[in-house]
T-cell receptor
Framework: DVKVTQSSRYLVKRTGEKVFLECVQDMDHENMFWYRQDPGLGLRLIYFSYDVKMKEKGDIPEGYSVSREKKERFSLILESASTNQTSMYLC????????????FGPGTRLLVL | AQTVTQSQPEMSVQEAETVTLSCTYDTSESDYYLFWYKQPPSRQMILVIRQEAYKQQNATENRFSVNFQKAAKSFSLKISDSQLGDAAMYFCAYGGRTSYGKLTFGQGTILTVHP
């Protein structure tokens, strides 16, 4: 079974703090994705990566950056957290031979005070 | 840009009954995929069913089936013999074949199953 793990289930941070959300997958998938999930808005793509050290902006990249130094790990960085970044963050991965079928992590619920 | 719309924020069904969740999408592409994902409360999102646009036959996975109407850009999910474990948020998603696996999601539908 594909396993996608995220470093924290719940996180509370202060405005202005730098926040790191980590995602690790164990199935050697090439593609990895970061979404945020908000009520009434569904999932919105923040960034994705189709290879190590490669990254592409999604639909809402402002205020975020990412890092992919190893194939299995994809990090989402909030350089200076703001209250409007309070949300559920979901990581996903997919293999190159079936790129559209994504496997999700459990999510990190982030509260920025 | 592609859009996906789920017009039913909430639905409910009695155990053992059938329920249909609606989804419409907009795209100018001719080759794409459509998905239904399930997110149980406090649990991981999982793929329920997948449809390739070039296939006319509707996809089926056990009690889950879709009604794919390409001309109408409609992709509904039918759950037969509903079970308590089907209670979840359901997301419809669109993926273009040339989009590097990027998916566009709908707003989600919360399904409640009554015993």
């Amino acid at each position: 079974d594909v396993k996608v793990t995220q470093s924290s289930r719940y996180l509370v941070k202060r405005t202005g703090e730098k926040v790191f959300l980590e995602c690790v997958q164990d199935m050697d998938h090439e593609n990895m994705f970061w979404y945020r999930q908000d009520p009434g808005l569904g999932l919105r793509l923040i960034y994705f990566s189709y290879d190590v050290k490669m990254k592409e902006k999604g639909d809402i990249p402002e205020g975020y950056s990412v890092s992919r130094e190893k194939k299995e790990r994809f990090s989402l960085i909030l350089e200076s957290a703001s209250t409007n970044q309070t949300s559920m963050y979901l990581c996903a991965s997919s293999p190159v031979q079936e790129v559209e079928t994504q496997y999700f992590g459990p999510g990190t619920r982030l509260l920025v005070l | 840009a592609q859009t996906v719309t789920q017009s039913q924020p909430e639905m409910s069904v009695q155990e053992a009954e059938t329920v249909t969740l609606s989804c419409t999408y907009d795209t100018s592409e001719s080759d794409y995929y459509l998905f239904w994902y399930k997110q149980p409360p406090s649990r991981q999102m999982i793929l329920v069913i997948r449809q390739e646009a070039y296939k006319q036959q509707n996809a089926t996975e056990n009690r889950f089936s879709v009604n794919f109407q390409k001309a109408a850009k409609s992709f509904s999910l039918k759950i037969s013999d509903s079970q308590l474990g089907d209670a979840a948020m359901y997301f419809c998603a669109y993926g273009g074949r040339t989009s590097y696996g990027k998916l566009t999601f709908g707003q989600g539908t919360i399904l409640t199953v009554h015993p």
